[in-house]
């Protein structure tokens, strides 16, 4: 696969096409029907979550949040393919493989409602937080890579990062660096043509994403990412190339932001209906769905059925998020050192005392 | 004059100089076509198209390495950093090059460069949005910095910015871009940079602070002088290099000084103040030098970063004691 779909080839791996038909059954991945059942299932609680979110935030109930409407399926492919052995190195968008890893929803809305523990994961292991500054996180996954190698270990690493993201050092680094020790890491940007308002034609002026591989000495392959099926083969093949020792591996998903780059973002401002439009038709569910629905796997009312049923249980835990406990201020000094140090004790005392003070202030002004 | 925000004003103000000087560019991520995150550089591109107003890769190091290239070749760059978490990629840049270049090329080599950034917390925002860092670019050295408090100074000083041979860090509270607004100059006008603003005269004890933190203070003044304490508020607005003068001017009257800044307190801008205050005015202090500022860790996500800023009551608090001690 990786010969034949070699970035300098121009061309993007595809295996079902814009109405769910299989383009060619020989390059369909090894997966059973539930399996794509339920991952088709899986996506769609992340969408519903998605939408729903963007709606929370706009009842204030919710501080800023990116949403992952229209990229789905990178997500839904990873968490297909990802096990428990696995790392996640997340960016910000990658909703589904999080939540297949065990990362509950609950608390990705605490991280967006503005508590620390929504990176403080309770039942997922080998997931790092969501990462803010553009593609840093990437070097962190050839270092893990190394540390995979280094013990001889049977695990990969899945490292997300955007289009955007390829712009950033770090990003070059971290490609380099996996390629000088062949780590067993799987590098996934998420093209989604934009850097919040930034075209990918004005990141760069290489012919695609995936062809940067070749300037590190590893292996790239160009994705549509808007496909299930084509992203699954793309992982599988890419998990077998780094158990045989030949990665890491460069994969570019190509696919569209349907949404907002966050919810304090406005795309009318630089993308045209037309553009919105002419991708509407290759949404990643919509294909799925269909594919599911020709082989008799799904319907409507099953669907209709089952988003209802999603819908309360995201409502469920963004309820729960939202009773969670008051945020103390000592927590604010807890995390940072192994042992606090005395000098940052002595600051969260005067804090304390403060707050003794302020009180007995606002109780002798009120008493005036 | 024509009423402004923050926003308007630094506008208004890069309108002037781009419209003036054709060796002034504006560039960084998403300043063009979308006239940046916080819409500071609207409708730039528009008027001046897209060679001097444009959007660069998404890069800080990039961004800011290439401004130093230009600014040699005899352009006048002024570059957006998206938010103040986001200008440590471009640190190599900005202390090996930027603030080095003229000493090292023993005066041959100029970068006349503006770096904008907005800073600063209380807008309820992701990790790395909130940050307040002015202590650690001061202490690198060739560069300045300097912070706009209100939209009149915005603009003036953007503009003495601009046409400073020096590099120059312009942070920008974002926490008031828009919460203020008051009647600005039209047209061109500058504010001498380095110089602190005694933006309220009193006589018993002297509050130094610069940009956000400078509303705090006046609404801590207000409860101050029902206790019937008289603050003088100084802004410094240029945080490298400081107005020394003001300052020791000030304590000289008030024998007395707090420092009120967002970022983390150690090393921080109050210990140097305070180090300026012992040094200028030791005889005339009749309490220790004091400090309201953040503690020395991350600023909290937006649920816990009431602990952790500098508001009205605790400007207060230090304002009782010292007065008291």
Known sequence: MFKEYNPINKLMFQVMDNHGKIIDDKLMPKVTDQRVLKAYKDMLFARTADLQIVNYQRQ?????????????????????IIEEKDWLVPAFREMGAMLSKGVTLKELFLLFMGYEEGNAYKNAKKV??????????????????????????????YAFVGDGGTSEGDFHEAINFAGVWKVPVIFIIQNNQYGISTPVSMQTASESLAIKALAYGVKGI????????????????????????????????????????????????????????????KDPLDRLNKYLQDKGLWSDKEEEKIIEQFKKEVDRQFIEAENFPEYKPEEIFKYMYSETPQELKDQEHKLMEFYRWKSEKIAQTSKK | MKIMNMVGAINDALDIKLNEDKNVVVFGEDVGVEGGVFRVTEGLQKKYGVDRVFDSPLAESGIVGTAIGMAIAGLRPVVEMQFCGFIYPAMNQIISHASRMRNRSRGQLETPMVIRMPYGGGINALEHHSESMEAMFGHIPGLKVIA?????????????????????????????????KQEVKTGKFTIELGKANVVTPGNDITVVTF???????????????????????????????IDRETIRNSIKKTGRILTVTEGPMSFGLGAEISQIAIEEAFLY?????????????????????????????????????????
């Not at chain 1, 937080?129 to 690493?157: D, F, T, W």
């Not at chain 2, 603009?155 to 871009?177: C, F, H, V």
């Not at chain 2, 400090?291 to 009782?320: N, W």
């Open chain 2, 285 to 325: 202090l009749e309490a220790p030098p004091a400090r309201v500022s953040g503690y020395d860790v991350i600023v909290p996500l937006p649920k816990g970063e009431h602990h952790y800023m500098q508001d009205a009551y605790k400007i207060l608090y230090e304002i009782e004691r010292n007065v008291k001690y």
């Open chain 2, 211 to 241: 940009g956000a933190m400078v509303r705090e203070v006046q609404k801590a003044m207000v409860m101050a002088k029902e206790m019937g304490i008289s603050v003088e508020l100084i802004d410094l607005r240029s945080i490298y290099p």
């Open chain 1, 128 to 157: 790092l937080p969501i990462s803010v500054p553009i593609a840093s996180q990437l070097l962190h996954a050839a270092g893990i890579g190394y540390e995979i190698k280094y013990n001889k270990k049977k695990e990969l690493v």
């Open chain 2, 148 to 180: 706009p408090s209100t939209p009149h100074d915005a603009k003036g000083m953007l503009i003495a910015a601009i046409e400073s041979n020096d590099t120059i860090l312009y942070m920008e509270p974002k926490r008031i871009y828009r919460a203020i």
């Open chain 1, 60 to 80: 204030g109930r919710i501080f800023t949040y990116p949403p992952n409407y229209g990229q789905e399926v990178i997500s839904g492919a990873t968490a297909s």
């Open chain 1, 222 to 281: 160009q994705v549509d990412g808007n496909d299930y099926f084509a992203m699954l083969k793309v992982l599988q093949e890419s998990k077998k190339a780094c158990e045989n020792g030949e990665g890491p591996i460069l994969i570019e998903a190509v696919t569209y932001r349907k949404g907002a780059h966050t919810t304090s973002d406005d795309p009318t401002k630089y993308r045209t209906k037309e553009e919105e439009e002419s991708w509407h038709k």
